[in-house]
């Protein structure tokens, strides 16, 4: 037996650890077991006996010396007991083997770690589509596969970014919330104001659910989507300050006395510094006597530098990509820049129909990812593809080429380069080019290729339509085609062939569409349709090759 150094508890000869105190037993000797402990269990003394007595016969039963109680259960999970007395004490278990269970634990979070260092966060991607045609007296608004709605006046609208609901004024200036499924517009304010944001007094912020307008009277107001209970924010306000934060809690204006943050005054005089941000967590950037700073609202300043711009931020603006003397840094939560890029990137490299939108403060405009970090985003400089990183030598340069496209998933990329077509998840370190995707069929007009990039359509220099699924050899669909577009289910291609829409699934032979009429003008592709202009009407296709026409073309 072995007995408990700490409590004396009389525990069996293969204890890992007291049952009674959960002393560790690992180290203590095995000892004879006293003649009390053949007596039954229940006529035990109350006090452990600690004399060394005589040792136990030879050929005695174990089950006849154990222990009653824990004791008892600890002894019954040794394998050599008969399948019958088994009684497994899971946390016994547990405790004897910790020490290998957190390595195995710790060896897994390294090899995930690892897999996922250069994969990056999902992107938001835009799951809704409206389309506004504009005809002769009227607009023509749809939304999706719904039915469309008719506006007789609309002078001036915009969309929110995720494609379910616009704003518009009419000719009185009156504005008007128009959402998917509503039958006609809901007003919202009269007198709006007429000029300055967008050229419109009015707009979405960038998480879709809050609106903002300025009357012509200078009164700033904020209302939920879909309301008409506009709450009004400040009074005096100049309409071409407004700037929102993405999440639509924030909003800063200017007044006669300053900048203001919903109600709160900010320590900046309008006449030296603008404003060209505000994230959702108070971070304001602002330009003051030709330098780029951030600074959290009551904190302090951090200059980001002379003649910085900010090009790209992320989804909460909590970090920003910004050049400088030809070079791009990162800033995030409002600190002091690092350099990231020895280039000056221009735009981020996304996926189709990602969330993103494009926001133009006074002289400024950059580009608000769907992404939360900047980190590991794709960026061009119009010659190369960079992976950004922490700092410049964290940064990867990818790939020098003409054009690329993200992926949905963001972990694959299509570049055209030296008119070749390629497509690599070697999207961590510097990429190899070899033959291309088209091998020895030149490429001519244009590269359609699908959304998560498993299939791809393109036209040679010959006017004759190609198509290939993954890294397959191309295969020839037909010829004479002057434009290809790839629909939003990844493997229909829409092609025009002298004027008319044909279509190809997959690959396969090129077939005219039905119920297209006149000669095509343009093939737009959206995030759940396609809308195909001709010179006598609009139409939608929702799915596969069936159109319906939507309404009768400008004369």
């Excluded at 049952?19 to 007596?39: D, H, W, Y």
């Excluded at 010659?383 to 950004?388: D, K, S």
Aim: proline content about 4%; overall charge negative.
């Amino acid at each position: 037996m072995k007995v408990c150094p700490n409590c004396q508890h009389s525990n069996p000869d293969d204890s890992v650890f007291c049952p009674e105190c959960g002393t560790s037993l690992v180290n203590v000797e095995v000892t004879a077991e006293p003649a009390q402990a053949q007596q039954p269990a229940a006529e035990q003394p109350a006090e452990p006996v600690q004399a060394v007595q005589e040792p136990m016969p030879a050929g005695t039963e174990p089950a006849a010396v154990q222990p009653a109680g824990e004791a008892a259960a600890a002894v019954a999970a040794d394998p050599e007991q008969p399948a019958g007395k088994k009684n497994f004490d899971l946390l016994a278990w547990i405790k004897s083997h910790l020490t290998p269970i957190l390595l195995v634990f710790g060896v897994l979070i390294v090899i995930l770690v690892l897999t996922n260092a250069f994969k990056p966060s999902k992107y938001t991607q835009v799951k809704n589509s409206v389309t506004v045609l504009s005809l002769d007296e009227k607009t023509v608004v749809a939304f999706d596969n719904k039915k469309t709605v008719e506006i007789e006046d609309m002078r001036s609208y915009v969309s929110n970014v995720q494609q379910t609901a616009l704003l518009y004024t009419d000719s009185e200036n009156s504005l008007y919330y128009l959402g998917r499924g509503d039958k006609e517009g809901e007003k919202i304010a009269s007198n709006v104001a007429s000029s300055g944001y967008y050229s419109n007094g009015f707009g979405f912020m960038y998480d879709g659910k809050t609106v903002w307008y300025v009357t012509d009277e200078d009164a700033l107001y904020t209302v939920k989507a879909g309301k008409t209970n506009g709450q009004q924010i400040a009074t005096d306000v100049e309409l071409s300050s407004i700037v929102r934060s993405p999440n639509g809690k924030y909003i800063a204006y200017v007044k006669e006395d300053g900048y203001y943050v919903n109600d709160e005054r900010i320590d900046l005089d309008p006449l030296e510094a603008t404003l060209v941000g505000l994230s959702n967590n108070r971070l304001l950037y602002y330009n003051k006597d030709g330098k780029l700073y951030v600074q959290k609202i009551g904190g302090e300043a951090i200059t980001l530098g002379e003649d910085s711009e900010i090009v790209m931020a992320s989804s909460d603006l909590s970090e920003v990509l910004y050049t400088r003397n030809e070079s791009t840094y990162w800033s995030r939560d409002g600190k002091e820049g690092v350099k990231v890029v020895n280039k000056e990137v221009i735009s981020p490299l996304l996926p189709k129909f990602s969330a993103a939108s494009y926001e133009l403060n006074g002289t400024s405009a950059y580009v608000i990812v769907p992404n939360k970090s900047m980190i590991n985003q794709l960026a061009t400089d119009g010659e190369y593809i960079f992976r950004i990183g922490k700092n410049e030598d964290k940064t990867v340069r990818l790939v020098k080429m003409d054009s690329a496209q993200l992926a949905t998933d963001g972990n694959s990329m299509l570049f055209y380069k030296n008119d070749k077509i390629y497509i690599t998840k070697s999207l961590n370190k510097e990429i190899d080019v070899d033959e291309g995707l088209n091998r020895d069929v030149e490429i001519g007009s244009s590269v359609a290729a699908a959304a998560d990039l498993s299939r791809l359509y393109f036209i040679s220099s010959e006017d004759d339509l190609y198509y290939i699924k993954g890294t397959s050899k191309p295969k020839r669909v037909t010829s004479d085609v002057s434009a290809a577009y790839i629909s939003f289910d990844n493997k229909t291609c829409f092609l025009i062939k002298d004027g008319e829409l044909y279509s190809s699934s997959s690959g396969g032979k090129a077939k005219k569409v039905t119920g297209v009429n006149g000669n095509v003008q343009e093939v737009t592709v959206k995030a759940n349709c396609v809308i195909v202009e001709t010179d006598e009407a609009y139409y939608r296709c929702t799915g596969g090759t069936k159109f319906t026409q939507l309404a009768g073309a400008d004369e």
